[in-house]
């Protein structure tokens, strides 16, 4: 399954880059396979690898401060895999060209 | 925390109510404390107890399909308990009148 | 259709309670049926009419700080009215019980 | 402001791949900058010019369906242009190197 997730804190300011610096630190040493977005960060594996890895970058931006907002997309397809570069690559060979990522 | 999450399987219609009502069911009979709402469920509890469930009720719903799209959002306040009661009655306070629910 | 939506302001405090009061009063006092939850506010309506409310509640809460998250999830089925009520009570009508609202 | 989207038909079988492809045509011809990632579409511009795009789509996957989840996140930051590609160059700054993107 591939899952999208964005951790927010409230409280510490409009700027919240030291808090995203600290949660791609941790998926970046993971072994999962990850995408950094504008908007979140795409990692790919299983139910208990990715929920671990949210619940620990979840703890630690709540450590240093008094409220979090996390959100979590889950997009579960039985018996597929590399979903995450296989979505892209479907959607380009339908049109015939290549996107913008 | 109090986490809202709803669990949509694609492929099997436009109706998911048959699905929609074997997740309600765990969720009634687990010990969380829970409200349905239009567009999802809200559950008090800890991380561990809620992705539990959820976990649970995402792989129920995947086993008689062939993809499901699962969303989670998760609010979570240092030394806050009630949040679920609190949130809706701290605002109808402050507005000094009763809203729709 | 009906549409969840939240307004999160980031750089405030932790308590967003006066952003979402004045969000609510002006859903409230909108000709839309609506519902709060502890997690969002549901409407139903037509696309103009939702999302001139929704711009409406993002800008007065922009206006008073430096950034916010706004959060909006879409369920929209052809020839269907009142999906609010007709949501839940298909749900309980299938399970047979009434669920804590 | 920038805005990720996602529109997922419901009851028109698992691969949703058709959809995703005339939703992203659509993107591609209009002016606005954007970014695909494997969970959606990331797009950069003003609330109305944002909002008539995502409707255009949204309506153009119901034609040929009977039901539609659209997920729409709002990122709005007062005096900031090119969020899509700064938030990203400002994280990799911090952590002083390159992520997988």
Known sequence: MIVQFSIVPLGKGPGIGDDVA?????????????????????????WDDIMGLIKKCHSLVLKSGERVVTSITID??????NMMEEKIRSVEKRLGKSLRK
């Open 22 to 46: 600290k949660v791609l630190k941790i998926v970046d040493n993971s072994r999962l396979s990850y995408k950094i977005t504008p908007m979140g960060t795409v990692v790919e594996g299983s």
């Open 76 to 81: 579960d397809r039985k018996r597929r895999k």
